[in-house]
């Protein structure tokens, strides 16, 4: 089966009161691709992110899910609801809520409206659904404490089992996790870009630079001046 | 519900709903006598009581601070009062059907809106669904342009101000600065019967304590659970696909109804409602009551609103000079000493008796006769020699 896309981007523009965050980008990934996107601070990484989310809305542009699924009417719990989890850069958890209690409320059911909660009862397989999750990052002893207790690094962890606890059950690495899901990873460091990615976009003031290969990526010229620019200098002074 | 709240919840609702109204049917010179003063004030503190849980599900669990409680208090009130001023026909000073006030205001007909409040179930479906459904309008546009935090506080207070000033007037024909007053009987029973105050006290302590019952059901629900998700971290509410505006609607309409029937009751019980109720001050009185007595535990709102207010009964009679001072500092020392309000300073205070007394135990173990004096020294705990 040919995967086709899974989000498709299409001349999207957002627009800050004049500042272009994103400028007329077109950006695809494939169904059970693991994508990163770097570029330097203000490039666009995470209002893409916000994009997809729903957080944001664009001025122009189209956003596609999936084969037809148009995200720009959806608001960001609708689109969650579609199964585009997203883990923050620092962990945000339920800290007055027990950690069992964060893993269930990230389930995913029919419907999350209020009447509907009002009278769910836990199901015995969510049940073990929620305590596989647990279980997958090491959380388990931990279930009934206040998620607020938790260290910093547990925290991340809770919050990776409630984005898809599936993701979780599955295993610890990205690249494990992207093998039968999609995954869009923004990053910083260069070294573990390096190490998890096969696909790599450059972002720089709103567009799509280049796209490629790490090793490709690496050596083009345009990437170098704009985002590894600061590197050549010193390079250069020392010579 | 936790076993020892279920139990505590029946013994203070048995206390109240059964034990007080006996004791008020007692003859007045009986040493258990309560008299009817006490207890209608007592019913007063029950209704404030109402209002204080829906405020503490808003506040303590969603994290949503309103400032214009007062006014779903004063609409409920309203509803109710203005059946009451019908209900007592041409008994009134001027003889005449329409509202003493009315007279003077020299209004000849009674206004359209006034009308169906003849009918008796009009004007209950009224106390439930005026405020209910101005809640719904109001926290349905403020929810879903994402106002939150402080600024929903200062909407609500601006709310507060301005029911405040349409209820001060007098083209309104609710009454002006007076608002409504010199009701005489209730659903035709006379109201200077101190059985008919008595049955209205019942009926408040009743409701008050199903309203506990419905807030802590909500609370032990998976909405309750997503309720103080929302509090926590309301993006990661929305991306776990849960809509937080429509959650805070929910509780918000939950707590407009809550405050309306405390209104509706606190009308005929204390005979008078004036928009001096409606106004920013009062609905920040209530976030007092709610702050001092403990907030996200139901039982501590309901404690801050009793003893707030019997506190506030006492200061004004014996010293009233003092009371607006002490009700500042009251607030002052809930923010700076006991954010978690006095049932959280119980709690920690014994929490502490508890530690000192296991440790007190604990030594008087190791104390016994067959330890050498040196064990008996390396056995005190550093702290205890403070």
């Known amino acids: ?239 | 519900m936790p076993k020892r709240e279920g139990v505590a919840l029946g013994i203070v609702a048995v206390a109240l709903a059964v034990v007080l109204p006996l004791c008020n049917m007692l003859p007045p010179t009986s040493p258990l006598a309560v008299s009817n003063f006490t207890l209608n004030l007592f019913g007063k503190f029950l209704t404030y009581a109402i209002l204080a849980l829906g405020l503490d599900l808003l506040w303590g669990y969603a994290g949503v601070l309103s400032l214009g409680h007062g006014v779903f208090f004063g609409l409920g009130a309203y509803a109710m009062g203005m059946h009451l001023m019908l209900e007592i026909g041409s008994k009134s000073v001027y003889q005449s059907a329409l509202p003493d006030f009315m007279v003077w205001n020299q209004v000849t007909a009674l206004p359209l809106f006034w009308q169906p409040f003849h009918s008796s179930v009009f004007t209950l479906a009224a106390i439930v669904l005026v405020p209910g459904l101005f809640g719904l309008a109001f926290g349905y546009l403020a929810f879903r342009s994402r106002i939150r935090g402080v600024y929903f506080s200062i909407i609500t207070q601006a709310l507060a101000l301005s029911a405040w000033l349409v209820f001060n007037r007098n083209e309104m024909n609710l009454g002006g600065t007076n608002g409504l007053a010199d009701f005489k009987t209730v659903f035709g029973f006379p109201l200077n019967q101190p059985g008919t105050q008595r049955a209205l006290y019942l009926v408040t302590a009743l409701t008050l304590a199903a309203a506990y019952l419905l807030c802590r059901w909500i609370t032990l629900t998976r909405a309750g659970k997503v309720i103080v998700a929302i509090r926590d971290s309301e993006t990661r509410v929305l991306f776990s696909g849960y809509s937080p505006a429509a959650y805070k609607l929910f509780v918000f309409v939950v707590s407009a109804v809550l405050a309306g029937v405390a209104g509706a009751l606190y009308a005929p019980q204390v005979g008078i409602i004036t928009p001096a109720k409606i106004g920013v001050l009062p609905s920040i009185e209530m976030v007092v009551w709610v702050a001092a007595g403990g907030r996200g535990t139901l039982y501590g709102a309901v404690l801050g609103a009793f003893g707030v207010n019997w506190i506030q009964s006492w200061l004004t009679t014996s010293y009233p000079d003092f009371w607006l001072l002490f009700l500042g500092g009251l607030f002052m020392g809930a923010v700076l000493f006991f954010p978690d309000g006095i049932v959280g300073a119980l709690g920690r205070l014994g929490s502490r008796v508890h530690r000192i007394l296991t440790k007190r135990r604990a030594r008087a173990t190791l104390d016994g006769p067959h330890l050498s004096q040196a064990t008996h020294v390396l056995s005190r705990p550093p702290s205890s020699d403070q």
Not at chain 1, 83 to 101: A, E, M, Y
Not at chain 1, 121 to 127: I, Q, T
Not at chain 1, 226 to 236: H, Q, S
């Open chain 1, 1 to 239: 089966m040919t995967a086709g896309s899974i989000i498709y981007l299409e001349d999207v523009t957002v627009n800050f009161d004049g500042f272009k965050a994103l400028s007329r980008l077109n950006f695809f990934m494939d169904r059970r691709e693991l994508r990163v996107v770097i570029g330097p601070n203000g490039a666009g990484k995470t209002t893409l992110l916000d994009v997809v989310s729903g957080r944001v809305k664009p001025e122009s542009g189209r956003v596609i899910f999936g084969q037809s699924t148009d995200l720009l009417p959806l608001r960001e719990n609708q689109i969650a609801q579609l199964g585009i989890g997203r883990k923050f850069q620092t962990p945000s958890v339920f800290v007055n809520l027990t950690v069992w209690d964060n893993v269930e409320l990230s389930l995913r059911r029919a419907s999350k409206g209020v009447f509907a909660a009002l009278r769910q009862r836990d199901l015995a397989e969510e049940r073990e659904r929620i305590a596989h999750t647990l279980e997958t990052v090491q959380l388990a002893a931990k279930a009934e404490r206040k998620a607020g207790a938790l260290s910093h690094g547990e925290k991340q962890w809770l919050e990776i089992g409630m984005t898809d606890e599936e993701t979780a059950r599955t295993g610890e690495l990205l690249e494990t996790i992207a093998a039968d899901r999609s995954v869009l990873v923004i990053e910083h460091d260069m070294e573990f870009v390096r190490q998890i990615a096969r696909q790599v976009t450059v972002l720089h003031q709103g567009t799509v630079l280049c796209e490629g290969p790490v090793e490709q990526v690496q050596s083009d010229p345009r990437v170098l001046e704009v985002y590894l620019g600061r590197r050549r200098e010193a390079a250069d002074a020392v010579h």
